[in-house]
Structure formats: C-alpha cells, structure tokens
C-alpha cells in the first residue's frame, strides 16, 4: 500500500521559517511528479508547488519567492523550505504524488502549519 508520510509542521511566527518533508513508498520514485497542496479552514485545495522527477519546478503565485521545493529521489523524499511565513499560510498542507500515464495519484494525510503571533 502506498504510504506518503508528512511532517514538520506547526506554530511559526510571522516571518519564520518551516521545513515540511514527505517519504513516499513509491517505486520508482523518479517516476512520479510530487506536489504540497494546502487548504485553509474554509477554502478549497490549491497547489503550493510541484517538482518533477527531474528536479523542475512550478510555484503557485503565493509561494513564489518563498518556498523552495526539492526532492531526493535516492531517499524518496520531497521537502518544502517555507522562508517569511505569513498568517494567511496558516493551512494544513498535504504532500500529493501523481503520474499521467497510468494515472495515479497519493495523497498524504496532511500536516498543520499555523502562522500567528
């Protein structure tokens, strides 16, 4: 069974930083595109960023400048560097990893990021 485990999460102040990463039992683990979605209390789902088994990136507009996505396809995880958190990043944030063909998607259970002072 397919297991994507997040952690890393928690209380930051304004300004602070966080370090998410996601271990994914996926083989192989190159193959599959991998993403962090977030969702607020209220709001739907949206992507933060993703990263291909190649190392490109995309970046949603709020984290641009911000986060940093990477991967480690030998350790099969991917991190997500959060640098001036604000409270409107306040979501739980999901670890999600995909491939077109077949399709196939995973999600992680999530983990809670609270910015506030």
């Known amino acids: 069974q397919v297991q994507l485990v997040e952690s890393g999460g928690g209380l930051v102040q304004p300004g602070g930083s966080l370090r998410l990463s996601c271990v994914a039992s996926?083989?192989?683990?190159?193959?599959?595109?991998m993403g962090w979605y977030r969702q607020a209390p209220g709001k739907q789902r949206e992507l933060v960023a993703k990263?291909?088994?190649?190392?490109?990136?995309n970046y949603a507009d709020p984290g641009k400048g911000r986060f940093t996505i990477s991967r480690d396809n030998a350790k099969n995880t991917v991190t997500l560097q959060m640098n001036s958190l604000r409270p409107e990043d306040t979501a739980v944030y999901y670890c999600?990893?995909?491939?077109?063909?077949?399709?196939?998607?995973?999600w992680g259970h999530g983990t809670q990021v609270t910015v506030s002072s």
């Open positions: 990263i291909t088994g190649g190392g490109m990136t």
């Open positions: 996926l083989s192989p683990f190159s193959a599959y595109v």
């Open positions: 999600n990893a995909g491939t077109a063909i077949p399709p196939e998607t995973y």
